[in-house]
Structures are given as C-alpha cells and as structure tokens.
C-alpha cells in the first residue's frame, strides 16, 4: 500500500521498512578505492518519466557511485497531516538499485516553512 496513516514518531521505522523494501545491500558504495562520487537528486521537482532517464545519466554520464535524495520530500511523503505516501521514494529506491546506485537518504524536511 503506498499511502498508510502513522504517527510522526514512527516516521523513522517508515523509512527504514521504504529501505528495507528496496532490498538494498550493504556492500560498499564504489569498488574503487578512495573517493565515492555522490550527487544529489530531487525527482520531486521534474515529471515523474524522466527519473529513469536521470538515474542512468548520473550513472552513465557522470559515473557517480551514489545518489542522495529525501531532504525536500515532505510535502511528497506526507501529502496530509498524519498520511504517509512513500510510493515516490520507492520508485526512487528501485531505480537506484536496477542501476547499482548507492542510496544516500537525508531526512525530510517541511518545504513549506516560512524563514
């Protein structure tokens, strides 16, 4: 089920359960040794169709290791007050993995905040 309902304080277990889904493993990010190149992705700002077409770019044209997403994902994992919807960052989670990207995952924050 994509959307559920849970409290805030579980929040943490969700995410773990999104990850735990993906199956991803825990070798190490790059079988280079040295530096793992890593860039951030925030598919919740481009039409759904294109993340396949990005992921393969940030593989294959830019040769990264890892992907890091999540940090402006809010509005997208709880669309209302107390509902989760985690169907974006799974699709995030398996496109990732069929590329053999490693996933870095920021924690949410509101991107509705007013400074």
Request: hydrophobic share 45%.
């Amino acid at each position: 089920l994509p959307l559920i309902v849970i409290d805030r304080s579980s929040l943490a277990v969700a995410f773990s359960l999104s990850a735990s889904a993906a199956k991803i493993d825990s070798a190490p990010a790059s079988p280079k040794k040295g530096v793992v190149v890593g860039v951030d992705y925030y598919p919740e700002q481009w039409p759904p169709e294109r993340m396949e077409e990005d992921m393969r770019s940030i593989k294959e044209d830019l040769g990264a290791d890892m992907v890091r997403v999540g940090e402006f994902m809010w509005s997208s994992i709880e669309p209302q007050d107390g509902v989760f919807d985690f169907a974006l960052l799974d699709s995030i989670l398996e496109a990732a993995k069929e590329l053999g990207l490693k996933v870095m995952l920021g924690t949410p924050v509101s991107d509705d905040v007013l400074l």
